[in-house]
């Protein structure tokens, strides 16, 4: 499928967009790998680690909160907790990050959120659904359609990774990021990656 996708993008970039084909040949064949051993919470837990924060970073950050919770023999959702709390800052966390995991700990724990549920929803109740959380918007319900659904078609507007990197693209082309994003659709996810890729 991957494969199948890369083609179609480099046959759409030759048309519309050089810059882009560029891109597209430099980065090779791109997949949308989702993990199939992540729990939601993880998930949820981990993508409140990346908000703001760069890949290195979060990265760090997010071994640290592994490696304690793995000292305390727990998974994450028994060690990301409020008995905890101290440690956790200690793992690099900031509070306002802390009180949004601790949140998403009780929505899972609750049963509001689950795969299930969320895979089954139509892009505007998932939204709804993610974004009701405290601290997590829009970025944060786009990087889990991407990384943990799988979802080919979404395109961060916020990431502002995305946003340089469609524009530097768009001003050597006689597209707007609009257009371009138009005719990409509906492998827009795609797009993102390679302008990570291209960026990182």
């Not at 030759?14 to 560029?22: A, F, G, S």
């Not at 430099?26 to 949820?44: A, H, R, T, Y």
């Not at 981990?46 to 760090?60: C, D, F």
């Not at 080919?152 to 001003?171: A, M, P, R, V, Y």
Request: with cysteine; net charge negative; glycine share 6%.
């Amino acid at each position: 499928m991957s494969i199948d996708i890369h083609n179609q993008l480099l046959a759409i970039a030759k048309k519309h967009c050089k810059p882009l084909e560029k891109i597209i040949l430099e980065n090779g064949v791109i997949e949308i790998q989702v993990p199939k051993d992540l729990d939601i919470f993880d998930c949820l837990a981990q993508t409140v680690v990346e908000q703001q924060l760069s890949y290195k970073a979060a990265r760090s950050i997010w071994k640290k909160i592994n490696d304690s919770a793995k000292d305390l023999d727990l998974k994450l959702i028994d060690y990301l907790c409020e008995k905890n709390t101290t440690l956790i800052r200690g793992d690099g966390l900031s509070n306002n990050k802390i009180k949004a995991i601790f949140g998403a700990r009780i929505a899972v724990k609750g049963g509001d959120i689950t795969l299930s549920k969320i895979s089954g929803m139509d892009d505007e109740a998932y939204k709804k659904t993610i974004t009701s959380l405290w601290g997590f918007g829009d970025w944060s319900a786009e990087m889990i359609a991407i990384f943990y659904l799988g979802k080919t078609n979404i395109w961060s507007e916020k990431d502002l990774i995305l946003s340089k990197g469609i524009n530097q693209i768009c001003d050597q082309c006689e597209l707007t990021p609009d257009e371009l994003l138009k005719i990409i659709d509906p492998y827009q996810s795609y797009l993102a990656l390679h302008i990570w890729r291209h960026k990182d």
